[in-house]
């Protein structure tokens, strides 16, 4: 008998109707079951069923208790059941009102063999549930939990919805006690959207009378016979499996002779399930085989096949009736064949719509590949601020998802006995890691792992098991498993220049700066030193940020010094890596409490905290956090605050304070601590004065040897949960200082403007400002305040690009309004255009922002400015931040940012010039379009017109590439603006399902959608924030992390990363997109972090891809977009662009982790896209295979998808499409231009550096115009 027969559900809807009561109006047997329906259901129409009525349920308003007064939930009315004879029962539900078409779901839970220890297991209330009995829009979708409480899953499930009714009928075991059913059932009905809006029914005990002497009609349906059959959760390892067996034999679709079936794009064929249906292929050799093919199951229909070879009928196979999933049938035993033989597969009788491809002849039976563990390695954490130390972690990957745990025995000399079990604990996932304890102390372990698959309804669940032996010391551990490092460091030194970007010299200003290094060259950060342009050692900080995970060599050091600049010109410097380093003193003093026994957590403390610069110290004392309400400068107290006030504060809509002031932070950390720069994390809940908490907050203060100066990055994360949308009135921080008869002015376009004490500068749009009754352009984001007693001034970076922003001063101090309270009537006169693209957040004056979103602001408190005729001369100096850059040349040979070469005289020269034009006018189009705001700056706007394109295609790896190659510092900056922007907003970072964090929001309108109603502007699911994994970038989170130093950007690329590779079980994808950035973004993510459970995601995903491609074709496809492609029935196939994302992602994989078989299937894809989506004649590729598209081809296309081609030319030995390659790239590079939009500037550039190299690999240097034009698409 058919395994997947015995083990799973066969659902078939016979009829579906939504109309009025008449239409089925005949009930020869009055029993409340109308005739035609009794037939569909499988019940006599002839005598009666005998409906029980079970409850009566109270309509909406006439209390019913179970239902909201003021929803729309269908109300249920009354609930029947009757025994139909045999095995068979029915049930019928009626509602109020006639039961709606969209937008409802409705479960029927039956608990059929009252046991509540089978069945679903998952929730208390449901335990025990046998089978839900389903609706969805109102179409049939039950879910079979205990398929053995069902008489055969070859036997439908038949569901009916007409008029106001529901009709079930089933053919189960039920529990009989006595002649009575006892079952228990319990009905939910609600909306779609909010799924609150509901109607319910208790659940009850169900004790009806049975009729034995009844026996119900037989069903009509097609029966199983002379076939076996086989799946799994991810069909496509198993068709894999199949089509690399040398054996098997493939009948394809274009030898066929095809009678009343469709033939789809996809190879499919596609029934109506009409008589004389039918495809027959000539055998093409002889032999004895399995006869094969795979069925596409649905829930609406049975599928049924005859097949047969010459005049003999071979068997009969039935789906299975699982929506979606693919099922192998194949003969039960081998069928002889002789070459010439015809093997014809026909629709059997009594079946439904079918739909069936991949007809193959099988040399042995199929089976069910093995579970195996593969890719087992252990990673030795660095330590790092917030976790713990000696982190060790142990990664692979099962094949299918399954269940871990280890058996460790220690092991090592002296190693004291220790045994016992680890369990990951995740449950069954793909991609499995176990972390070793911290009191597990001894050398090393033995592991004993053992992975078990969880129950399996279409097969035996299997289970794998693998040994490992882990060492806790990283170099013993390198040298027991034959992994080399190298003997030695490699002396080097290496070019390093600091521009001036202001109009004014700084002397010993902080810098901080990312640079990459080879493998093999630095093993110690104290074998490092600065020198300057005379070859003086300068005072330097050297920190590891990344590290090259075979050798452990650094991968990327921190580099921090102070340096003195000349405006216009650059200021040298070398840095020098494996030398024994100079010993540096430290002058940054940081002391602190200990943290609780206990809590061994690298840099964690308690406060008070006190960090002393020299001429600064600041004290965090021991209640809230107040950052700047104890600081002593050269000795002497700079203002004060009372306990409770001085810290960061949110104004909620009704007007109650909460502050950081008011309790103490959740966790404080020393981060940094070094001869250069101190730096100090806060996390911690803003609070009221009566304890209660909204909103949470993240500081890091940054300290530098002999400043007076602190940086503050504040960080406000919306973690209110409910509403999603979250109102707010403002967000402020106080400066506490005694400035009673100080002269204040703040900076501005036009020069200092003078403000009075109580006063405030607010920057309300990004081109006006308003001060004491003034108005202006853009203030300059810093006040400074004077008197006899000092001067104290603060900056905010970006003041007016970040608009809204205030500031000002009383006699207490300066205020900061971050997000400043604003008149309800602000934007009153702004167009709808405006208040679509930049004043959405705001609603009547107040802030409305989404769960997740965070906003950050970063402000410098200067105690001891240095003033010029009134102005603060450091002003614009916090706005345009020092950073000490390597050559190009360093950049690209570093290999940190993969394969990329320098811009150099001679190569590329056409598409350079097109290049630099494309940033210079996409740095102009930024004011143009006014992409300003704390919730827009860094992201660009249009791309459907209404909607933001959050950094789509991401923007941020794109030009810090691009920064790379040509050392153009305005892309790094440019670079950092879309980072911060992209690190805040677009990425979810809290959420009432913990699932939802790390999840990017797509293109949306005002990034996160929840602005607008789904109808407005016609942008549909744009207005409630989609995400998915085709529109989610990681690589540049972590790439300006390298660059940067900066942690918070790490912190986002990890949620991201962590979300794709340890909360994903499922790495099946629908179009190549989908696979393409989470494969780019986890292959970024471990080049950096070098975590192998994001390199084993990728290779899960890349699995997938693999096992997918088409077979003989070499290509990917899905049903193409209804919106763009309207032919019936659609077409199928690929879009070139969205599979040069997947190549590019391929790429990266391989070089990564190279796998002979990821290069075949690149080249194999490569020669698929050069033979049927280029065009020649145009030099371009088509947009999609859609038939609409595939004769014109689009120049743009290559900048996505060239990559992968160069790639894949540079693997085939023949380079047999590098005519091809030229032309295209040709054809891009002299008629094409970059766009300065977004979305096509990010496009023409996200890839090329990267292609560059190929090109340039190739010979491909110069590329002259192409001889002809050729026809223009």
């Given amino acids: 008998m058919n395994k997947v027969f015995r083990t799973s559900l066969c659902a078939l809807l016979l009829g579906l109707a939504l109309l009025p009561g008449a239409a089925y109006a005949q009930d020869r047997d009055g029993d409340g079951l109308p005739d035609e329906i009794e037939v569909k259901l499988g019940t006599d129409p002839d005598r009666s069923e005998e409906l029980q009525l079970l409850i009566d349920d109270k309509a909406r308003g006439a209390g019913d208790a179970n239902i909201r007064a003021d929803g729309k939930a269908p109300d249920i009315d009354k609930v029947f059941f009757a025994h139909a004879g045999g095995d068979r029962y029915v049930w019928k539900i009626t509602f109020h009102d006639d039961y709606p078409a969209t937008g409802t779901i409705l479960h029927l839970y039956t608990d059929l063999d009252d046991d509540r220890s089978t069945g679903r297991q998952d929730t208390e209330w449901a335990r025990g549930v046998d089978v839900m009995y389903s609706f969805v829009d109102a179409q049939s979708d039950p879910r079979i939990l205990n398929p053995a409480a069902r008489v055969s899953p070859a036997i439908p499930v038949r569901a009916i919805v007409q008029g106001n009714a529901v009709y079930i009928c089933d053919d189960v075991k039920m529990r009989v006690v006595e002649g009575k059913t006892q079952f228990r059932m319990h009905i939910l009905s609600h909306l779609r959207n909010p799924a609150t809006d509901s109607d319910t029914t208790e659940w009850i005990m169900v004790k009806v009378p049975l009729n034995p002497d009844r026996t119900p009609p037989e069903l009509p349906y097609p029966r199983p016979e002379g076939f076996d059959s086989i799946t799994l959760p991810d069909f496509a390892q198993l068709a894999y499996s199949l089509w690399q067996d040398r054996r098997t034999v493939r009948l394809r679709p274009r030898d066929a002779e095809v009678t009343g079936y469709t033939l789809l794009m996809s190879d499919d064929f596609d029934g109506q399930g009409d008589p004389g249906e039918a495809v027959t292929w000539k055998c093409p050799r002889d032999g004895s085989y399995f006869i094969g093919l795979i069925l596409r199951d649905a829930t609406a229909t049975v599928e049924g096949l005859d097949v047969w070879v010459g005049e003999r009928k071979v068997g009969t196979l039935v789906g299975s009736s699982r929506a979606g999933r693919e099922v192998l049938h194949y003969t039960e035993r081998p069928v002889r064949l002789s070459k010439g033989q015809t093997i014809r597969v026909a629709t059997a009788k009594h079946s439904g719509p079918v739909r069936f491809h991949s007809v193959c002849l099988l040399g042995e039976k199929p089976k069910v590949p093995s579970l195996a563990i593969s890719n087992l390695t252990a990673w030795h954490l660095p330590d790092e601020p917030g976790e713990r130390p000696g982190r060790v972690m142990i990664a692979f990957t099962t094949n299918r998802p399954a269940t871990a745990s280890a058996r460790y025995t220690s092991t090592g000399s002296g190693a004291p006995r220790q045994e016992g079990t680890l369990d990951e604990g995740r449950g069954a996932v793909n991609n499995h890691y176990l972390m070793l304890p911290p009191e597990l102390r001894a050398p090393g372990y033995r592991l004993e792992i053992r992975c078990e698959e969880p129950r399996q309804e279409e097969y035996e669940a299997q289970s794998a098991t693998a040994t490992y032996t882990l060492w806790r010391d990283p170099e013993r551990h390198r040298a027991e498993h034959g992994i080399r490092t190298p003997a030695r460091e490699t002396p080097m030194r290496i070019p390093l220049s600091v521009q001036e970007p202001t109009d004014r010299a700084r002397a010993v200003w902080p810098v901080t700066s990312g640079v990459p290094l080879p493998e093999g060259l630095l093993r110690d950060t104290h074998h490092c030193r600065l020198l300057d342009a005379g070859g003086q050692s300068v005072p330097a900080q050297f920190q590891a940020l990344a590290w090259w995970p075979a050798s452990g060599t650094v991968k990327w050091l921190q580099l921090s010094f102070l340096a003195s600049t000349t405006p216009g010109k650059s200021a040298s410097y070398t840095l020098e890596c494996g030398l024994p380093g100079s010993p540096a003193p430290s002058p940054i003093r940081v002391t602190a409490s200990r943290p609780p026994a206990g809590e061994d957590v690298v840099g964690q403390v308690a406060l008070p905290v006190t960090v002393n610069t020299g001429p600064l110290e600041l004290t965090l004392g021991a209640g809230g956090f107040a950052p700047f309400a104890q600081v002593t400068l050269n000795g002497k107290r700079v203002g004060s605050a009372p306990a409770g006030e001085g810290g960061f504060e949110i104004i909620d809509e009704k007007g109650t304070v909460y502050s950081s002031a008011l309790a103490p932070p959740d966790q404080v950390l020393i981060e940094e601590q070094g001869p250069v720069r101190a730096v100090l994390f806060v996390r911690g809940k803003l609070v009221n004065r009566d304890g209660e908490g909204f909103m949470r907050y993240l500081c890091r203060m940054h300290f530098h040897a002999g400043r007076p100066a602190v940086q503050a990055h504040f960080t406000l994360e919306n973690d209110v949960t409910t509403p999603e949308m979250t109102r707010f009135r403002g967000l402020r921080a106080r400066v506490p200082a005694q400035l009673a008869g100080s002269r204040v002015v703040c900076g501005a376009e036009e ?14 749009r990004d081109d006006h400002f308003t001060a004491d009754g003034r ?17 104290l001034a603060v900056a905010v970076r970006d003041f007016w690009q970040l608009y809204p922003k205030a500031i000002g001063a009383d006699e207490r101090g300066i205020v900061v309004d971050l997000l400043p309270e604003l008149p309800r009537d602000v934007y009153a006169g702004a167009s709808e255009d405006d208040i679509n693209k930049l004043y959405f957040w705001c609603d009547e004056g107040r802030y409305k922002i989404r769960t997740g979103v965070r906003v950050t602001t970063e402000l410098a408190v200067d105690f001891a400015p240095e003033v010029q005729d009134g102005r603060y001369l450091s002003g614009a100096h916090w706005q345009h931040p020092l950073f000490a850059a390597c050559t190009p040349q360093w950049y690209c040979a570093s290999g940190a940012f993969g394969p990329m070469v320098p811009r150099a005289k001679g190569k590329f020269e056409v598409y350079e010039r097109k290049l630099d034009e494309a ?20 992201d660009w706007f249009g791309e459907r017109r209404w909607n933001w394109g959050n950094v789509e295609y991401d923007t941020q790896w794109a030009l810090a590439a691009n920064f790379a190659r040509i050392g153009n510092l305005e892309m790094l900056w440019r670079a950092e603006q879309a980072e911060r922007h ?65 942690r918070r950007f790490l912190e986002t690329g990890r949620k991201i990363a962590d979300r794709f590779a ?21 292959t970024g993510a471990y080049n950096v972090e070098g975590n192998p459970a994001y390199l084993n995601a990728a290779r899960l995903i890349a699995d997938s891809v693999l096992w997918t491609q088409h077979p003989e074709r070499g290509g990917w496809g899905h049903f193409l977009d209804p919106n763009e492609c309207k032919h019936q029935p659609r077409c199928w196939g690929c879009k070139p662009f969205m599979t040069g994302v997947l190549l590019h992602g391929l790429k990266m994989y391989d070089r990564a982790q190279p796998r002979e078989e990821i290069k075949n299937v690149i080249r194999r894809n490569a020669d698929f896209l050069w033979r049927e989506t280029y065009v020649p004649a145009h030099a371009g590729f088509a947009y999609s295979e859609c038939k609409t598209f595939i004769t014109r081809g689009q120049n743009w296309t290559i900048s996505l998808v060239g990559d992968g081609l160069a790639y894949g030319c540079l693997l085939d030995p023949g380079r047999k499409n590098r005519a091809l390659l030229e032309q295209a790239t040709a054809a891009f590079m002299h008629r094409s231009s970059i766009s300065d939009f977004g979305k096509g500037f990010t496009q023409g550039t996200c890839f090329l550096p990267a292609m560059l190299h190929d090109l340039d690999a190739l010979g491909l240097t110069e590329i002259p115009p192409p001889a002809e034009e050729g026809a223009k698409p």
């Fill in 1062 to 1082: 340890l909360s994903t079980t499922d790495f099946r994808y629908y179009a190549e997109r989908n696979a393409g950035w989470p494969l780019i973004g986890l």
């Fill in 751 to 764: 020069g200092p403007i003078p403000l009075r004490l109580g006063g405030r500068l607010l920057q309300d």
């Fill in 982 to 1046: 992209s690190a805040d907003v677009d990425t979810i970072h809290a959420a009432a399902n913990p699932g939802l964090v790390g999840q990017v929001y797509t293109h949306c309108i005002g990034h996160t959608g929840g602005y607008f109603p789904d109808t407005w502007k016609g942008m549909r699911g744009f207005n409630r924030g989609p995400r998915d994994s085709g529109h989610t970038w990681a690589q540049g989170h972590f790439i300006l992390y390298a660059l940067t130093g900066e």
């Fill in 775 to 791: 108005e202006g352009r853009r203030a300059g984001g810093w006040i400074l305040a004077s008197s006899a007693e000092g001067v």
């Fill in 919 to 938: 940033f210079a006018k996409f740095l102009a189009r930024c004011e143009t379009v006014r992409e300003y705001g704390f919730l827009n700056y860094g």
